[in-house]
Structure formats: structure tokens, C-alpha cells
């Protein structure tokens, strides 16, 4: 579909004698008209013009009343950018256009109507429905300066640039007033916006890029690609916005938003970048590396809907957009990536890494996990964890001192506050049933229907936290959250302490194994309300049977339940535990957009299933396993083997430790900040068990047959080297430990920007 950018850049690169401005401006341009949409409605358009410039069909609705999270407005310079394309030429579909007057005399006068009703306040730039651009001041304005200072100004950009020398005098005088004053920002900074950074600043960046491109001025093009590279390389503050050293994307200090924003500086990044390959303006190499890291991350967070055949992102990385439905064309809906610049741009820095990439995504496939990535990685820097097998993807989203839980902005995501209370999403492929069980169509606008206290993953006093938007937005207040992963397997441990209300506290560990399991332990849980506490294992789209402890079951509560199984997911219980039971709720429901966001979206019927543990007695510790990916039949065997196959070590909020015996790998999290000792049983009789003893906080995989350790520091405090030390207690050597009765180990742990990734060493 996008083929004719590959080619057109690939002729710039053939053109001699052309300047670098030049270079650039041929391939924006491809760029411009090759992205642009609707060919097809050029006559419509062109003939519904009223007398006055407008469209009867769009809204125009400005100042304190418009829409500040998708100004509607916009859409009067969506279709002048298809018709200055047209008329540019190279427009698919459009040939006829090409340079055709009668439509530039119509873009020419749509255009004047929005330059001519302008607002002429400046403050109304970043100041709208302030004292300073009250609520009545004439002109086209919205109160989200986003609108005046991105939306906007980027179709104004491409539209001027694609017009180029047909432009008369008072057309390019609104096309520069309206460029420049957003271009500007970069010098004077935006009202309310601590600092401009991440997907904003290059989104106005490119806006000054493209006036310079039309003015024919070299030194802001250098001086927009120098701003754009000044931010295009890894961010290493806490919180900070814009590419992490793990390849995490952060926005509005401290949000996990790889998709989203982190979408759209990747776009931008694409469109720059392509443009100035070859060029004095091209990126050096540590941008380049930054950006590399970046798209490997994003691999990571992606996943194919298999019923549809569109590739999406994990909605924790959509962020507040996760309020939105599929229909609205929004984050929620698809990747938004264009794979050809993905692809030109592998081959423009000669990165097999990002060339992976385009071919993952590129790839046909039946999977929810598109490409080769199958493994364990931890996001340190944005508490988020992603374990994904042949047939489905698991993701963890946890928040503490240094990350936030959520955002509301503009109405959007009012409910969101419980998103990162250990949430985790579930996606798998289903080759076993026709039709498909929602494989990969497991949330897909569900949240509308979703009781927001039962968000899948988390431990919650259920309704005991007010939710609206003004209060959604929290930093976390333990520190101790985080994980480590070899790469193949991974602990996520997290310690909860309510942000919003100090009425509820929990330390609860992750564990993802191989054999495709996810263990979960729950302890020390604490409540100070008369609220009930649950443990959610998911809400999602239900289809087929539910079956408990094999049989089919229905909406209700369950006590003794050792088992649970739907739509190719099975959970086991310790069914002797008194402290739980297992509650069911299954039907449609219907939910209301407009009640968790601001989409326009109208009501939507869905199926849900809803699944949770009831805590009865807090004081418990509760432990559960989760099989993803799999039949019933093979749920029931794995289920059988897992007292073999998994053993509960420790399950205190002092030490969570478990044994995968059928891959001879212990894992451990050390909660207290002096460390502690626990004693690892032995896998068979005669061998000596082993005791581990650490100095410090910590969690820990230990694999038993490489005597392999791999280490981290959940609260990305310790400065000093964590000290390991490993014993052989009363019994024989077992296989590959050597003649010595203890082997110590001292981890230098990374601080810094890295603080919080896993150390890998090898036992002396």
C-alpha cells in the first residue's frame, strides 16, 4: 500500500546536484501526500462547500465549548490537506486533480476562511478560557492548547507546503502566523506545561521543520532537527519523558505511554528521519540508538487481534486512551504505524534490528504474538512487566514511587485510578475452536461495560476509592516495586500501599515460568474499611463454557474450588484454603462511553465474564496459578502435575519464594531492606537442600542446574554491592555445585538511569 515511499525515496537518493533543502523538502512532500486520505470525497467536498467555506457536516464549535480532547474542527483542514494534495500531484487515485484550478481556487478559499476567523488574542494560544482568552473571545480556538498548537498547525503546515509557490501573498502570511506561533513555543514554553519534552516536542519541532521547508530557510530546519535530536536520546531522569534506557516510552511524568504518545514520536521520528537521511540534518548515532531501543521495546507490547487481522497495542500502553472505542479510530483501534517507513527507514540506518521489526509486523500469522519474540522482559524504569509464549502474551502493569498510576485529562479515562494496580492483561491464540475464542478479542470494547473496581490482576477493597477524574492521577508511595527476568522467566513483586485513601496494603508477587505458567502469591494484606477485598483474576469478553473444578458453572460463588477454566486460560486454587472462594459473574452488559470518557461512541452490549477471589480472611496469605493459551484437556494436565511441579516455598511478605522443580529454577523476592535467609528444599532425596542468604532487598532467580543467578533491586535504592551467599546444608552435592559447602557472590547492582535491571552472574 505505501510502496510508492520506498520508491520515491529511493530516487531522491539518485537526484544530483540537489541541495540538502531541497533533498528534504522532495521527500516531506512524498511524505505528505503519500499519507493523506480521502481521494475518493474530493468532488463531494469540493461541491458541498457552502457559500460561507464551510461544511455543513462538520462542527466548527470553538472556544470554551468545543471538544478539548478531538477538536472536531480539525476536520476542515483534514479535507483541505486532500485536496492541496491532489492537486500537488502523486495522489493515488487522483490523478485528475493534479494541478487542476478549479480546486485550487476551493482550497483557497476554504483556507481564508479559517485564516480570516483566526484568533487574534494571542494568549488564546495556551491560556483559552482563562482570564487572559475568556470564555465568548471571537475566533477559532480551543481550550486544550494542543489543538492550537500542534493539531492545527501540522495540517496547516502540509497543506502550505504541499501549495508551495502557488501560495498568494496573504495565504502564506496565515500559513507562517500560524506555524510560527506554535514553532515559537519551543522558545517560550506552554501555560501549565512544566516542560515541553517526549512526543510534543517533536510534533511542534516538525511543525517549524515544515515553515522552514516552505520558506526555503536552512537554519530552522537545522535548528528543528537539532531540537528533535536533542530529545531523541535516552531520558534518564525518574519520571522523565521520552525514551527510557529499557526502551520504556514515558509521558506526563512518570506514564507508561509506548503506544499513544510513544506512537506518535515514533511517527515523528519515522517522517523526520526519513526526510533527512543522507543530509547534514540526519541523526547521529545516539539517536539512532536511542530510537532502536525503542521500536525493540515496542515488539514487545504488541499483539494481533486474530479475529480481526489488525495488530493493536497492550491497552497499558495506550494510557488514558483506553476510554476510547474501536470505532472512534483512535489508539484503541489499531497500530498506526506505517510498516513501509519502518522498513525504508531499517535499510536508511542499515539496522537489522529495526528491519526485524517491519518483518514481524509484517508477517501474516495466526498468533496473537506477531513476530519471534517469546520470552520474559521487565521495564524497570515504568514497572511493567511482559511474558509472552508461542500462543499469547501476558502484561503486567504495577506503579510505586517513581511511576504514576494513570491519567484523566480532558474527561478521558475518569474511572482509570485501579489501572496499574498490578493489572494484567491476558491474550491468546486459539487454534482449537471454531469459530475462535476471542483470541486477541479478549478487551476489545469491553471497558465501557467494565465495573472499574474489577479490573483483571488486581487486589482491591472493592469500591472503598472514589473514582472520578479528578482524583484518578496518583504517584506511588512504596518504593518497592519492580522485577527481575533472565530473559526466558521473570518476578514482578509489588508493594501496595493505596495512594488515595492509605486504607489498603498488600505485597503481592508475580511469577512467570516456563512450561508457560503464571504463579501469583498474595500476602500480608491489610484493610482499614469495612469494604470487601477481591483479588481479580479477569474481566474480559466471555465466550463458550466456564467451567468449576471441570463442570460447567454460571454467574455465583464457589468455595472449594481447586480449578477454573474459560476460553483457553485455566486457573488453580489451593482448594483446602478456607480464606478464599471463587465468585462468577457472566452476561451481557451495557455499558456508556460517555461515563468513562469523552468519546461520542453510542452504547455498546457486551458478554462479560468476570471472575475474582473473595477474601474472607485478609490475614491469609492466598496463592493461584494461571495456564494460558491452552485446551481444557491440557489445562487438566497441567493442573494435576503442579503440586509435582510447583512448590510454595515461602509466602510471608517477608520472603515469596517458589520452587519450578520440572525446570530445576527457585525464585525468591526479598521484601525487608536488611535481606534474609531461606532455604531452598532439595529436588531429590539424599541432596543437600540450599540455603540462600541475601544482604538486601532483592529478587532473585536461581537457575539449579547452570548455578546461574540473576538479580535485581525492586527499589532501585541500593548503592551498595548486594551480597549472595549460597549453602550447601546436610546432604550430598547436587549436580554442578562443585566440592565447596558455600558460594558467595557479591552483585554490583546498576544505579542510575538502569537502576533496577537484572544482573546476571555466575555462582563461584
Known sequence: MFRPLLVAFLATLAVSGQTDLDTVRTRRLSNIVGSSTGAANIALWQESLLPNATWADVDYTSGC????????????????????????GGFKNAANWTGDPTLRATISTAMAFWFNNDFTTPACLDFGGESECPCGTPGLWNTNWFSNIILIPTWVGQVCLSLGN?????????????????????????????????????DIASVGIDEGLLLGNATTVADGYAAVHGDLVFQDAVKADGIRPDGSFGQHAGLLYNGAYGKDYANDVF?????????????????????????????????????????????????????????????????????????????????????????????????????????????????????????????????????????????????????????????????????????????????????????????????????????????????????????????????????????????KTFFFLEGDDMFVMIALITSSTTAPVFSVLDQRLHVGDVLVNGAVATTGNYSGVSSLWHAGTGYTFNASNPATSLSLQLGPKTGDWQAIGSSSAPPNTVDVFAAWLAHSDITAPVTYAMYPGTTQATFAQKAQAQPTNLQVVRNDGSISALLDSAHNTAFIAFWTAAGSTITIPSLKVGVGAIQVKSNGSSTLILRMDTWAVTVSDPTQSLTLPLLLNFTLLTGSAPPGWGAAKSRAITVALPVGATAGDSVTAQLP
Request: include cysteine; hydrophobic fraction near 35%.
Open 65 to 88: 465549548d468545543a471538544s478539548p480532547s478531538s477538536w472536531p474542527a480539525q476536520q476542515h483542514w483534514v479535507r483541505i490537506n486532500t485536496f492541496a494534495s491532489a492537486w500537488h
Open 271 to 507: 517522517n523526520l528521519e526519513i526526510c533527512a537521511g543522507g543530509t547534514q540534518f540526519q541523526s547521529g548515532n545516539a539517536s539512532m540508538d536511542a530510537f532502536t531501543t525503542l521500536l525493540i521495546a515496542d515488539q514487545w507490547m504488541i499483539f494481533r487481534n486474530t479475529i480481526t487481522n489488525v495488530l493493536h497495542w497492550d491497552y497499558t500502553v495506550i494510557g488514558r486512551n483506553l476510554a476510547q472505542p474501536v470505532s472512534d479510530k483512535n489508539d484503541a483501534a489499531t497500530l498506526e504505524f506505517n510498516l513501509t517507513q519502518i522498513q525504508v527507514l531499517g535499510q536508511l540506518w542499515e539496522s537489522g534490528e529495526i528491519t526485524s521489526f517491519y518483518n514481524a509486523l509484517a508477517s501474516n500469522g495466526t498468533s496473537v504474538n506477531p513476530g519471534p519474540v517469546v520470552g520474559n522482559r521487565m521495564f524497570y524504569a515504568n514497572d511493567y512487566m511482559v511474558h509472552r509464549g508461542q500462543n499469547y502474551m501476558i502484561t503486567l502493569k504495577m506503579y510505586g514511587k517513581r511511576t504514576l498510576n494513570t491519567e484523566c485529562v480532558n474527561d478521558q479515562n475518569m474511572l482509570g485510578f485501579h489501572l496499574s494496580d498490578g493489572a494484567v492483561y491476558t491474550y491468546t491464540t486459539d487454534d482449537f475452536h471454531q469459530p475462535r475464542f476471542n483470541a486477541g478479542n479478549e478487551y476489545q470494547d469491553i471497558f465501557s461495560a467494565w465495573d472499574w473496581n474489577l479490573i483483571p490482576g488486581i487486589t482491591v477493597d472493592y469500591g472503598a476509592t472514589p473514582l472520578n477524574c479528578d482524583t484518578a492521577s496518583k504517584s506511588g508511595i512504596q518504593p518497592y516495586v519492580g522485577g527481575v527476568s533472565d530473559g526466558v522467566v521473570g518476578i514482578a513483586a509489588m508493594r501496595y500501599d493505596n495512594p488515595a485513601t492509605r486504607a489498603m496494603t498488600w505485597r
Open 166 to 202: 502557488s501560495l498568494s501573498i496573504s495565504e502564506l502570511t496565515g500559513c507562517t502566523r500560524m506555524t510560527g506561533r506554535a514553532y515559537n513555543t519551543l522558545q517560550t514554553g506552554i501555560h501549565n506545561v512544566s516542560s515541553i519534552t517526549g512526543a510534543n516536542l517533536l
